[in-house]
């Protein structure tokens, strides 16, 4: 099985709210990363999760917050975005870290109104 | 940074035509991946190649990481083809890094 789920499927939110992104995998890889992709764009890293620590964050602005309270699962909490940040976010995982094989998830896309 | 290139990056081919993708890389990596992004975003893993050649069914690849380049060749194309092609280099040990793909079209 090489499967990363993740849910919703679909979210729209308005700049003011508060919502959150989920990714999980049951293959017991140890290292899960957000990617951030726009319309007609290649995917790009933002977050990378090493047993449970973030050991990356590509400079992302505060109002993304990832969390990953345990190897399976890994959050993306959203506070005040704003249009811009419209985009398909991606979750992948892998064994440990990137010397192996990543597998994604089918993605969230994300509207802001 | 390393720079990850796609050539061509559109393709318009009729069914059952065969075609090679290439993606060049700018430094040394640890490691490339070829992905198929479907229409519906998700990105489906083709192969795993840091070096040699990998074939499965009408799809195969070959990573030469001395001279910095994959190729991927697509053999008797058919309409679900269609997408779009990222090659992945993994640089710096924690990094994936995609290349700026390729975007397929295959009409019957």
């Known amino acids: 099985d090489t499967e990363v789920t993740q849910t919703p499927k679909h979210l729209v939110m308005g700049m003011t709210n508060k919502k959150s992104l989920k990714c999980e995998q049951h293959?017991?890889?140890?290292?899960m990363y957000w990617y951030k992709q726009k319309a007609k764009k290649p995917p790009e890293l933002m977050f990378v999760?090493?047993?449970?620590?973030?050991?990356i964050n590509e400079s992302v602005p505060s109002r993304f917050s990832p969390e990953c309270p345990n190897s399976s699962l890994l959050n993306l909490h959203l506070h005040a975005l704003q249009p811009e940040d419209s985009a398909l976010y991606l979750c992948?995982?892998?064994?440990?870290?990137?010397?192996?094989?990543?597998?994604f998830g089918q993605g969230t896309r994300l509207t802001v109104v | 940074g390393i720079q990850v290139e796609q050539s061509p990056p559109d393709l318009i081919l009729q069914e059952g035509a065969n075609s090679t993708l290439r993606c060049n890389f700018s430094d040394s990596v640890n490691n490339l991946q070829w992905f198929h992004q479907n229409p519906w975003g998700q990105l489906i893993n083709l192969f795993y190649i840091p070096s040699g050649t990998k074939q499965n069914g009408r799809l195969s690849a070959t990573t030469v990481a001395t001279e910095r380049y994959s190729l991927l060749y697509i053999s008797s194309s058919q309409t679900t083809d269609s997408g779009v092609y990222f090659c992945a280099v993994i640089y710096n040990t924690d990094k994936l890094i995609f290349g700026t793909g390729t975007r397929l079209q295959v009409f019957p």
């Open positions: 992948a995982s892998s064994q440990e870290k990137l010397n192996t094989e990543a597998f």
């Open positions: 293959m017991g890889h140890r290292a």
């Open positions: 999760y090493s047993y449970e620590k973030l050991s």
